[in-house]
Nanobody, 124 residues
Framework: QVHLRESGGGSVQPGGSLRLTCEVF????????MAWFRQTPGKEREWVAV???????DRVNLFAKDRFAISQGHRDTLYLQMNNLKPEDTAVYYC??????????????????WGQGTQVTVSS
């Protein structure tokens, strides 16, 4: 059974940066999507950035374009580098992965493995 563990959240001022890390315990199939989602109270989870496991294919949501970057390191560890953070980026950020491949890479129902979430707060 695969487990994900996020870290790196915290509080920063507008314009600041954070790097989120998602450690992977177990094996995720090559090509399966891995993603960062975020959620604020009363709203559905929205995708932030996605990456095909072990491949160069990745996508970043429009609101994060030119500010956030997704990357992958050793043992499938997933990163989200967030620069020029804005107050509206405040949310709980979740790491997600597919145990079974799904084309719904931009929807939470497309993922069946989730981390516990890490809080990101952007405030002056």
């Amino acid at each position: 059974q695969v487990h994900l563990r996020e870290s790196g959240g915290g509080s920063v001022q507008p314009g600041g940066s954070l790097r989120l890390t998602c450690e992977v315990f177990g094996a995720i199939g090559g090509g399966n999507w891995m993603a960062w989602f975020r959620q604020t109270p009363g709203k559905e989870r929205e995708w932030v950035a996605v990456k095909a496991n072990g491949a160069s294919l990745d996508r970043v949501n429009l609101f994060a374009k030119d500010r956030f970057a997704i990357s992958q390191g050793h043992r499938d560890t997933l990163y989200l580098q967030m620069n020029n953070l804005k107050p509206e980026d405040t949310a709980v950020y979740y790491c997600a992965a597919q145990d079974i491949f799904s084309v719904k890479w931009d929807r939470s129902e497309g993922y069946d493995i989730w981390g516990q979430g890490t809080q990101v707060t952007v405030s002056s």
